[in-house]
């Protein structure tokens, strides 16, 4: 405890102007934008898993697109040459850019050499990512927007927001607004109909006057040259095809080998990004293109030349870390921005750098910025949500915690306080347990909560958890819980959470098993490397994920399979244990031979002919009606739908959330700076439960994880169960 107990070190003070800067965004997130990225946000996630619940081979065309993209980073430079090659054969210019300025500098010289004056551009993250508007309108080039959403932003001068839909933070009242302040107009604007025409209309005279269009690129076949770019609007079509000059800008991770590849990525872009099966306007062009010259202003027709400027910028650099690489393989496509619970919160402009947001910005700040613009990934709170959704399957939230190591321990320097402190719940958690009741209540004394508050960012405004009185280890050695006509065995394992706060938990899990005729074995309490890796320490995390894993290993060998009432702490085992342990085959083992309770009961039904009618019986508890939330690892990792199966086997009438998360997520619904951020995450699991309660009559509320309970029980003030506590009360 004293090692943790430190004051804030000089790093810690030097980089308060940062923080002070993130929380700046979150406020101003909160109190202004924060309804409108929710309301597009989750309207492009429900959509999506309309739409990709229609692909049949879906996870099969997410292992060839991730294998496609793992080969095309490999293989990049080669690549690059052959597509340097096709462009060139054909007449068109390919220029390589080590550097931003390098980009902007050759997209200028071609401006001018043109001598251009009006520049129309298509939406690009590339194009924002070295600034080039900034370097055009220095050298006297009209630029303009021509997305609708890069337009208001334009006007607005604000960067974008989200990946896919820049101004998605802007309801229509404010762009209405807006759009009165900056233009001479009576029009009422009072419609998105409205907003678009007025838009068009001025857009429309830029398109037949420009000398220059400007697009990026979703995707590059090396071996045809070939550029898909797909939009809603038709403006990217425009750019590409009247203005006389077109440059194409893109990084070089967009690059894959062949042409009939592209077909992989047009099928998964769309419904990923909006939930559509395809986008409006999916273009997929061979430039130069082989079409008259078009003048639409009475000025001489001038022969089409194509450029395509592939930007590096640091990508290389990623290429070569080893962490970092996969990000390489984004499609930019938004699905994690537009699941993140965060992020549906409070948007880019907080969860955000001066380019990239949402969970897969963080290694993209970092790669073709700064590790210091990468700060916002703190956001990030490990909730997986994003991993199942990705369409190539990047890691986001490992990536994040490399990230958070890297900002913890710049030139070697001792991690913040604050994490250090979260990372070491084992060692608070063993101290405070040995004085109870006398800890519980120092610790919710003004004094203690100002003194958590101050050294260690502990928000004062958070219930603190109280510690039990005796611990799992001690109450399961004095229940001497013993299976009668044992069928089986299996090792119950006491993290931390549950062994120090939720001992309760524990006991009734192995006192149902008993009934079940399953021989617990309860496991030493070990720091397993949840706390740790949340907060980016990753060497601790790694020494206690290496010796979890060997312990347990001896039990699964044994014959006995682990049983984990801790959902997080079962993701851990099941999902992040393998980026903490260098044994493949070991992280494998771990994997098949680890179970939520409620998994492994089911399981015992299916492997030993049990029947379920025998064991329980539902009328012993007299409301039959249940609100399950499911945690958000425990989703990820598949181990939910067990509860609702089982509940329903059962008889129950079973609502079940639909949100992404309660918003506690362990230690982040904890830290002073995202308090609020996790309160206002919760809101929509608290409504969900208020519209079951009106529906019906009052529903019992169950919920696996110890944060998802508590987040819920200080809201409602109400009783919030583990499911195992409802299996306990009607097992026969």
Same mark, same amino acid.
């Given at each position: 405890m004293s090692e943790i107990e430190k004051e804030i070190t000089p790093r810690e003070v030097a980089d308060k102007s940062a923080k002070e800067a993130l929380q700046k965004a979150i406020r101003m997130a909160l109190a202004i934008e924060s309804d409108a990225v929710r309301l597009n946000t989750q309207t492009f996630n429900r959509n999506r898993y309309t739409a990709v619940a229609e692909i049949e081979d879906y996870e099969a065309l997410k292992d060839r697109a991730r294998e496609i993209k793992e080969y095309s980073i490999e293989n990049n430079e080669k690549l690059l040459g052959r597509l340097r090659q096709v462009i060139e054969k054909r007449g068109g210019h390919f220029y390589p850019a080590r550097t931003k300025e390098e980009a902007c500098e050759y997209v200028k010289n071609v401006c001018l050499k043109h001598e251009a004056k009006l520049v129309v551009k298509a939406k690009s993250m590339t194009s924002e990512e070295i600034k080039l508007n900034h370097t055009l309108e220095e050298a006297g080039i009209e630029v303009a927007e021509t997305d609708l959403a890069e337009f208001i932003l334009q006007v607005s001068d604000e960067q974008p927001s989200h990946i896919v839909a820049p101004a998605i933070h802007r309801s229509r009242e404010r762009i209405s607004e807006l759009f009165k302040e900056k233009f001479d107009t009576d029009q009422p604007l009072d419609t998105g109909e409205d907003l678009t025409k007025f838009a068009r209309k001025i857009l429309r005279q830029k398109f037949l006057t420009a000398d220059v269009g400007i697009s990026g690129a979703n995707v590059i076949s090396a071996d045809t040259g070939t550029i898909v770019l797909v939009e809603s609007e038709g403006n990217i079509r425009m750019v590409t095809q009247a203005p006389p000059v077109h440059i194409a800008i893109a990084g070089i991770e967009k690059v894959i080998p062949r042409r009939e590849d592209l077909a992989v990525f047009i099928e998964l872009l769309a419904p990923s990004a909006t939930g559509q099966p395809l986008t409006s306007y999916t273009n997929i062009i061979d430039p130069p293109l082989d079409l008259p010259p078009f003048s639409f202003d009475g000025r001489p027709k001038k022969e089409r030349e194509f450029h395509l400027v592939l930007v590096d910028n640091g990508r290389s650099n990623m290429r070569k870390d080893p962490e970092l690489k996969q990000a390489l393989y984004c499609v930019r496509c938004s699905a994690c921005l537009n699941v993140c619970p965060v992020f549906q919160t409070v948007g880019g402009h907080a969860f955000g750098g001066e380019t990239y947001s949402g969970g897969i910005g963080g290694a993209w700040e970092a790669g073709t910025g700064t590790l210091e613009n990468a700060g916002f990934s703190e956001l990030c709170t490990g909730c997986s949500r994003c991993i199942p959704q990705c369409p190539v399957k990047i890691d986001i939230p490992?990536?994040?915690?490399?990230?958070?190591?890297?900002?913890?321990?710049?030139?070697?320097?001792?991690?913040?306080?604050?994490?250090?402190?979260?990372?070491?719940?084992?060692?608070?958690?063993?101290?405070?347990?040995?004085?109870?009741?006398?800890?519980?209540?120092?610790?919710?004394?003004?004094?203690?909560?100002?003194?958590?508050?101050?050294?260690?960012?502990?928000?004062?405004?958070?219930?603190?958890?109280?510690?039990?009185?005796?611990?799992?280890?001690?109450?399961?050695?004095?229940?001497?819980?013993?299976?009668?006509?044992?069928?089986?065995?299996?090792?119950?394992?006491?993290?931390?959470?549950?062994?120090?706060?939720?001992?309760?938990?524990?006991?009734? $899990?192995?006192?149902?098993?008993?009934? /079940? +005729?399953?021989?617990?074995?309860? #496991?030493? *309490?070990?720091?397993? %490397?949840? @706390?740790?890796?949340?907060?980016?320490?990753?060497?601790?995390?790694?020494?206690?994920?290496?010796?979890?894993?060997?312990?347990?290993?001896?039990?699964?060998?044994?014959?006995?399979?682990?049983?984990?009432?801790?959902?997080?702490?079962?993701?851990?085992?099941?999902?992040?244990?393998?980026?903490?342990?260098?044994?493949?085959?070991?992280?494998?083992?771990?994997?098949?031979?680890?179970?939520?309770?409620?998994?492994?009961?089911?399981?015992?039904?299916?492997?030993?002919?049990?029947?379920?009618?025998?064991?329980?019986?539902?009328?012993?508890?007299?409301?039959?009606?249940?609100?399950?939330?499911?945690?958000?690892?425990?989703?990820?990792?598949?181990?939910?739908?067990? $509860?609702?199966?089982?509940?329903?086997? /059962? +008889?129950?009438?079973?609502?079940? #959330?639909? *949100?992404?998360?309660? %918003?506690? @997520?362990?230690?982040?619904?904890?830290?002073?700076?995202?308090?609020?951020?996790?309160?206002?995450?919760?809101?929509?699991?608290?409504?969900?439960?208020?519209?079951?309660?009106?529906?019906?009559?009052?529903?019992?509320?169950?919920?696996?994880?110890?944060?998802?309970?508590?987040?819920?029980?200080?809201?409602?003030?109400?009783?919030?169960?583990?499911?195992?506590?409802?299996?306990?009360?009607?097992?026969?």
């Open positions: 490992w990536l994040n915690t490399v990230l958070r190591n890297r900002l913890n321990h710049p030139d070697g320097k001792k991690a913040p306080a604050q994490k250090r402190f979260f990372g070491n719940f084992a060692s608070s958690a063993r101290i405070a347990s040995l004085f109870t009741p006398v800890s519980n209540r120092v610790s919710n004394f003004s004094v203690s909560r100002s003194l958590l508050e101050h050294f260690f960012g502990v928000d004062r405004r958070r219930e603190l958890q109280n510690f039990a009185g005796q611990t799992l280890t001690k109450r399961f050695k004095k229940a001497n819980i013993q299976a009668s006509e044992a069928k089986s065995s299996a090792v119950l394992f006491a993290d931390v959470y549950t062994n120090y706060q939720n001992p309760d938990i524990g006991l009734i $899990t192995a006192k149902v098993m008993a009934k /079940l +005729g399953v021989e617990i074995t309860l #496991s030493d *309490v070990l720091p397993e %490397g949840r @706390a740790s890796q949340s907060q980016g320490l990753i060497d601790i995390a790694r020494k206690r994920a290496q010796q979890t894993a060997r312990y347990l290993e001896k039990m699964i060998d044994a014959g006995k399979p682990v049983i984990v009432t801790e959902p997080s702490v079962l993701a851990l085992f099941r999902l992040d244990y393998r980026n903490l342990l260098n044994d493949a085959a070991l992280f494998q083992k771990l994997k098949k031979m680890s179970y939520d309770p409620i998994e492994y009961i089911l399981h015992l039904f299916t492997e030993n002919g049990m029947d379920w009618k025998k064991c329980f019986s539902p009328q012993k508890l007299s409301q039959q009606k249940l609100f399950i939330h499911g945690h958000c690892q425990q989703k990820t990792i598949g181990a939910f739908d067990a $509860t609702v199966t089982l509940f329903r086997q /059962l +008889g129950f009438d079973v609502v079940t #959330s639909s *949100v992404e998360c309660c %918003g506690m @997520a362990g230690s982040f619904g904890y830290k002073k700076q995202f308090y609020e951020v996790s309160k206002k995450v919760g809101e929509d699991l608290l409504d969900q439960i208020g519209q079951a309660d009106e529906a019906d009559d009052e529903r019992l509320v169950l919920a696996g994880g110890i944060s998802c309970r508590e987040q819920i029980r200080s809201e409602l003030n109400r009783p919030v169960y583990h499911p195992m506590e409802v299996l306990e009360k009607i097992i026969g």
